[in-house]
């Protein structure tokens, strides 16, 4: 099932806030993995790399939900 926009205060939000809502605390959890097991010291771009990391979350919240 698809969800469909849902309402906050009056104001319509569409699905993608909320699973980008969920995303951020598991991204926080991640991110904070992978600084202190060192993976951020060997990538190339790490800000690059974590953005790609939150994109990776939020498709796969999407398609799991």
């Known amino acids: 099932p698809v969800l469909s926009e ?10 993608f806030f ?10 926080w959890l991640l991110r904070a993995a992978m ?3 060192g993976l951020l010291r060997h ?3 790490p800000a690059l790399f ?3 990391v939150s994109l990776a979350l939020v498709s796969l919240l999407i398609l799991v939900v």
């Open 6 to 15: 849902f309402s906050i205060a009056g104001i319509y939000v569409p699905p």
């Open 50 to 52: 974590e953005f790609a």
């Open 43 to 45: 990538v190339w771009h």
């Open 18 to 27: 909320l699973y980008a809502c969920i995303a951020l605390p598991l991204y």
């Open 35 to 37: 600084a202190r097991g």
